[in-house]
């Protein structure tokens, strides 16, 4: 279904594709555009009660697509080494991590798909730090790590999640 918030989340495909012009501007406006409809379409969506399925699956490949685009420019430009790409998909890594773990315990199913606060932290500190790269500002390695200890802050989120715990441990 074509709602405002999914049409918001669909949008950030083709700003990725930016990042194929060697113009730091434009790269800019991409990063700021990509954060603007990231943050507004989850807000849309619960303030207009449009929350579905689709937009949950549709919004979190959106953000992967134009992460993965910028990442691998920047790789291919020189402006960063993949280890440090890596190190960036920490979260992503995680989140892949604990799917396998609920689908080898048979709770994928009943698993409801929504959005972590380590995940909105990683998501403003990759944007910012992109942006950065794009300007050529030298990144510090210890930066790179800070996005794997936020990987397994956002596994023990996701395992200890209130909407995955039974209902008898929820206080």
């Known amino acids: ?53 689709f937009g949950a699956m549709l919004d979190p490949i959106s953000d ?11 790789i291919a430009e020189g402006r960063m080494e993949i280890w440090q790409a890596l190190t960036l998909l920490s979260r992503d890594s995680a989140v892949l991590l604990f799917s396998i773990y609920l689908f080898a315990s048979n709770k994928l199913a009943s698993y409801h798909v929504r959005a972590i606060m380590t995940g909105k932290i990683t998501t ?24 794997t200890f936020l990987g397994v802050g956002a596994l023990i989120e996701l395992y200890v999640d209130r909407n995955f715990l039974p209902k008898a441990l929820e206080t």
């Not at 954060?35 to 807000?43: I, P, S, W």
């Not at 942006?131 to 390695?141: G, H, M, N, Q, Y």
Request: with cysteine; glycine share 4%.
């Open 1 to 53: 279904m074509i709602t405002l918030p999914n049409f918001l989340s669909f949008c950030r495909i083709p700003l990725a594709l930016v990042f194929f012009q060697e113009n730091p501007l434009y790269r800019a406006i991409a990063i700021i555009l990509a954060l603007a409809t990231d943050g507004l379409d989850g807000y849309l969506a619960r303030k207009r009660k449009q929350i579905s399925q």
């Open 64 to 74: 992967k697509f134009f992460v993965l685009v910028a990442l691998g420019v920047l």
């Open 124 to 147: 403003v500190l990759l944007s910012g730090l992109i942006f950065l790269l794009v300007f050529d500002v030298s990144i510090p390695s210890i930066c790179y790590f800070l996005f």
